[in-house]
């Protein structure tokens, strides 16, 4: 079991930038892929980026390659995700997630889930 408690997010103007946190506790942090989804109004959730355990292979969406970095710290059992050039349309709630196999632009349904964090970009 993972508990992944989420901070970060709020309300910015489109270009501009914000970093979303992701702390863990329960068991090893780095024995875990995490990953970062998304779910916008009226939209379903959907992946954005991911990490693996030793966080040596990323994957990211198309729609924020390039403007979102993912990364961790195994150290502080924290997952990061930076994010840049915020567009109207990434306007989201933002879930952190683990899995103890991996998580890849094809997973739909990690094993643990943060809490969510809303992310607002005005225009």
């Known amino acids: 079991q993972v508990q992944l408690v989420q901070s970060g997010g709020g309300l910015v103007q489109a270009g501009g930038s914000l970093r979303l946190s992701c702390a863990a506790s329960?068991?090893?942090?780095?024995?875990?892929?995490m990953g970062w989804f998304r779910q916008g109004p009226g939209k379903e959730r959907e992946f954005v980026a991911a990490?693996?355990?030793?966080?040596?292979?990323?994957y990211y969406a198309d729609s924020v390659k390039g403007r979102f970095t993912i990364s961790r710290d195994n150290a502080k059992d924290t997952l990061y995700l930076q994010m840049n050039s915020l567009k109207p349309e990434d306007t989201a709630v933002y879930y952190c997630?683990?899995?103890?196999?991996?998580?890849?632009?094809?997973?739909?349904?990690?094993?643990?889930w943060g809490q969510g964090t809303q992310v607002t970009v005005s225009s």
């Open positions: 329960g068991r090893t942090f780095s024995s875990y892929a």
């Open positions: 990490v693996s355990r030793s966080g040596g292979t990323t």
């Open positions: 997630a683990a899995d103890r196999f991996s998580i890849t632009p094809m997973t739909t349904r990690p094993t643990y």
